[in-house]
């Protein structure tokens, strides 16, 4: 019984990080997924909000589109063990706290992901004073994990 | 016997109480983040004007709001330890509070200037360094929140000890600019604001918050002073 269970621990040990791989690649692909997520906040932020002349309906859903797939697709999966170390494209800036602050991070992802569902709702509309406003609270978002369980520089 | 005599101009009540507004404001929206983001630079570029402004009038203001009149020098701050010191305007100690402040907030907005949060704002000269340094220079922007946090509580904490302990009202003078003083220590009011000197500090700082986001006060300044020819030679 006893070895039953170390199996089938061991065994979810290795699916798991052969599912998000060594943590080299788990922090680069996180690292990836954030730059990715920063180019299309980056354009909505132009379009929607700084240069509004700009705007471009398709990008802009597009943009958010890609932020609503990012959001859900499961990264929390790339912080497995030891992942507050270590360096992907370079040094990664995970706190080791992390690990201890697992309720707010979840109550984060949560967040996360309902406010980029509603964007890429919102951007479907093309409704510009809208997307804004929505955009603003995708970013407070992103910022209240930044705070949270990114190291400073 | 007390008399009324005339300590702060002004332009310098101004400032401070503007300070105060735009200080808040910008911690604030600083500390919100999202859609308050852009506020957030707008009353960073005001502290920002504000300290340059307060940075000329402390050359060419009025007497109680120039640098040299209350500089904490060494000798000061022994006399006023020994209790030997008999100015009006800021004391020496309470100076060496003003200039961290000072010092404080153009650290503040010399690095938020060239910040960036990763999301979806930057400082209006993130664009002329290298993302790298950028967020260091944000990092050191956040830490640095956190000093100023310090200095205001320290700030506020003295001025509210002088009030209830040593009975001694600084905040009505920082608004009326009037101190109430027995007439042996009383010096002679502060010389009246010059009001090309206000108005050309007062340009200077609007000039620098202008250039900052992009705005190209040359280009109407030039005209007036005759020098077109110079100007667009040198600019494409
Ligand atoms: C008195 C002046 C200022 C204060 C008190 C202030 C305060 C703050 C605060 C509280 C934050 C958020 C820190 C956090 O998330 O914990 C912040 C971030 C930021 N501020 Fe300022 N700020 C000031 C001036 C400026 C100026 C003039 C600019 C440029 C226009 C600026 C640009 C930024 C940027 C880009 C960030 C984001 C940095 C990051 O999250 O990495 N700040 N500031
Ligand atoms: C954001 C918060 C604040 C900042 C950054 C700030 C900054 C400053 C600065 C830079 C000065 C020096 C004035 C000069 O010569 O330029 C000053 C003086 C003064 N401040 Fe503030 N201040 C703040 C909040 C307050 C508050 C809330 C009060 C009132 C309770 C206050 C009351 C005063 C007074 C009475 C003086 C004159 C002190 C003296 O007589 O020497 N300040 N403050």
Known sequence: MKNKLAIALALGAVTTTALAGPVEDQIRFRQSAYSFLGWNTAKIKAQAADHPETFNKDQVIAAANAIAAVANSGLNELYGEGTDKGTGWKPTRLKAEYFEKQAEVKEIDATFIKEANELQKVAASGDVAAIKTQFGKVGATCKSCHDLIRVRE | ?236
Not at chain 2, 53 to 74: D, E, K, M, Q
Not at chain 2, 88 to 117: Q, R
């Open chain 2, 1 to 236: 016997m007390k008399i009324e005599v005339h300590v702060w101009d002004w332009p310098l009540r101004l400032f401070h109480w503007l300070l105060v507004l735009a200080v808040v404001g910008a911690y604030a929206t600083g500390k919100v983040g999202g859609e308050w983001t852009d506020w957030h630079g707008r009353f960073g570029s005001l502290v920002l004007g504000l300290v340059i402004f307060r940075l000329i009038w402390g050359f060419i203001g009025s007497t109680h709001a120039r640098f040299i009149n209350f500089f904490p020098t060494f000798s000061r701050l022994l006399a006023h330890l020994k209790g030997d010191w008999h100015g009006v305007g800021h004391n020496p100690v309470g100076a060496l509070a003003v200039f961290a402040l000072l010092a404080t907030l153009l650290f503040l907005v010399g690095t938020g200037l060239f910040a960036n949060d990763d999301i979806a704002f930057e400082g209006p000269l993130y664009y002329l360094i290298d993302k790298d340094f950028s967020d260091k220079l944000s990092g050191l922007h956040i830490r640095s929140v956190n000093v100023l946090l310090v200095l205001v509580a320290v700030h506020v904490a003295a001025i509210s000890f002088y009030q209830h302990v040593k009975k001694t009202d600084l905040i009505k003078p920082m608004l009326t600019g009037k101190k109430q003083l027995p007439k042996s220590l009383a010096p002679s009011s502060a010389q009246p604001v010059g009001v090309l000197r206000f108005v050309f500090s007062l340009l200077l700082a609007v000039t620098v918050v202008w250039s900052v986001w992009g705005g190209d006060p040359l280009k109407y300044l030039t005209p007036l002073a005759g020098v077109q020819t110079a100007q667009a030679n040198g600019k494409s």
